[in-house]
């Protein structure tokens, strides 16, 4: 008679490989990731609600007006305030971290950010005629969309840096969450009215965002309090190069689209929409990966300040290696089941081949890696070298699409293109920026603690959190 083993006379089990896979996967996050993917991932559904609910009610020559409006939206907007984000957040959690009240650093952004959104409003302002004509075709209401995006934009994002400085990350991800929400339901309205002008729903996508902020930042009125008297320095000495490699982030990002718009001839005028329709199916993994940006520079900042740099670039390197591992999938999933999406959200006028996908799905996976290595660089403070390395993405883009023919192909390959020379750039300028003795380290902790005194962190737990 076999006898049989008691539970507690069992041979331990061997830990299941695919459960330590995503172990690592997660332990690769920073923390805070979880809380603000949950509202990225409701932005993200609600944004791709927005797109194909005005795909089907206005159909791909309209829609491509208002794709334009959506691309040079985030060109400029975050283009110009994500690095307002940055530092505010960087700010604060560097105040917070010494115990010091913030609120002085919030009121200069306050003034900083306007500053910038009127220089923003009166530069685009002055070249309305030609955006108008060659990118709305002539329908000035969208102008007036974009102008007022400007302004939603600029509350977002400096909302965004103050939840994510005192580590609010459950905020943050409700803040973004509802504004995506406010556009996607005025649109949806105008769709289900059967309203087929193009006004509307570009007015909606500037306006509607300025409703759902105060929902949120009302509930978080008092989370800096009096500190010390903040110098301009504090939040302005890199945000020059911050904006460059912003702006070019951006552009890099969102060239792909402008140029098929500007390349396209009168026979051509609904592949613009079309390619926009696939190119938003294709950057899935982009628009979720900013749940883990929110986290990661104030968790790279922390290691860097903190004189912990081989932690430093293992957290970078067990990123890299998730996003790799993840984006193989991304890819494969795009190019099999891309165009059947395509259908599904925008209907059977939108269609792009899987060669199409492939590209798209691979150059947005290729950029993912550069942005991590760009927020490494941001968190050693290596400003300069971040602008380089965008720059060269950018002028990688223009001489692929320089050299090619075909409308579509010529583009696809110039955003992998790009996207691969920054990466390439981006990742070459870190290894040179990493200190590899002690000797370096102290430089580089002299030169860090000299650009910003008061980002002194102490090397006790201080790094923001997602709160309950």
């Given amino acids: 008679m076999n006898q049989v083993s008691s539970p507690s006379a069992a041979a331990p089990k061997e830990p299941d490989i695919g459960n330590r896979k995503l172990d ?3 332990a690769a996050l920073p923390e805070g990731s979880v809380a603000v993917a949950v509202g990225v ?10 797109l194909s609910v005005s795909a089907r009610a206005l159909g791909p020559s309209q ?21 307002l984000e940055q530092e505010v957040a960087r700010a604060i959690a560097a105040r917070r971290a010494k115990g010091l009240g913030a609120r002085p650093v919030l009121q200069r952004a306050i003034i900083l950010g306007g500053a910038m959104l009127g220089v923003l409003v009166v530069a685009t302002t002055a070249v309305a005629g030609p955006i108008t004509s060659h990118l709305f075709d002539h329908k000035g209401v969208l102008f007036l969309g974009f102008l007022i995006c400007l302004a939603s934009l600029y509350v ?43 006004g509307p729903y570009g007015l909606a996508f500037g306006v ?15 989370l800096t309090s009096p500190g010390p008297e903040a110098h301009w320095g504090e939040l302005t000495a890199a945000l020059g190069y911050l904006v460059m490699a912003a702006l070019l982030t951006q552009l890099l990002l969102n060239e792909a689209p402008v140029t098929v718009k500007l390349l396209s001839t009168a026979s051509q005028k609904a592949l613009a929409g079309q390619f926009l329709a696939g190119l938003v199916i294709a950057r899935v993994p982009v628009v979720l990966f900013q749940a883990v940006l929110a986290a990661l520079l104030p968790k790279l900042a922390h290691l860097a300040a903190s004189n912990k740099f081989k932690e430093f670039e293992a957290t970078v390197l067990r990123l ?3 996003i790799a591992g993840l984006g193989v999938v991304a890819v494969i999933g795009a190019t099999v089941a891309g165009n059947i999406a395509l259908h599904v959200m925008n209907g ?7 060669g199409d996908f492939a590209f798209l799905s691979t150059a947005s996976i290729v950029f993912i890696l550069a942005l991590t290595l760009g927020q490494a660089l941001i968190a050693l403070r290596s400003y300069s070298y971040l602008s380089i390395g ?16 075909a409308l579509l192909l010529r583009v696809e390959v110039g955003f992998l293109v790009g996207s691969a020379t920054s990466a390439v750039v981006l990742g070459a300028l870190l290894l040179k920026r990493l200190p590899r003795t002690s000797e370096a380290q102290r430089r580089l902790q002299e030169r860090l603690r000299e650009a910003h005194p008061v980002d002194e962190v102490p090397t006790v737990e201080a790094s923001p959190t997602a709160s309950p």
């Fill in 348 to 354: 059977p006028k939108y269609s792009l081949g899987r």
């Fill in 390 to 405: 965008w720059l060269a993405g950018a002028l990688g883009f223009a001489a692929a699409v320089a050299m090619g023919h």
């Fill in 156 to 198: 977002g994002y400096l909302g965004r840096g103050y939840l994510s400085g005192n580590g609010k990350f459950t905020a943050y991800g409700w803040l973004v969450a509802l504004e995506g929400i406010a556009r996607l339901l005025p649109v949806a309205v105008f769709a289900a009215a059967g309203w087929a002008s193009v």
């Fill in 320 to 322: 890299l290696a998730a």
């Fill in 208 to 222: 509607a965002p300025l409703f759902a902020y105060p929902l949120v930042l009302s509930r978080q009125r008092r």
């Fill in 41 to 50: 991932f409701v932005a993200g559904v609600a944004a791709f609600g927005f």
């Fill in 24 to 26: 690592n996967v997660l």
């Fill in 63 to 83: 829609y491509s007006d208002l794709a334009a409006l959506w691309i040079l939206g985030f060109i400029a907007g975050p283009g110009v305030f994500m690095p």
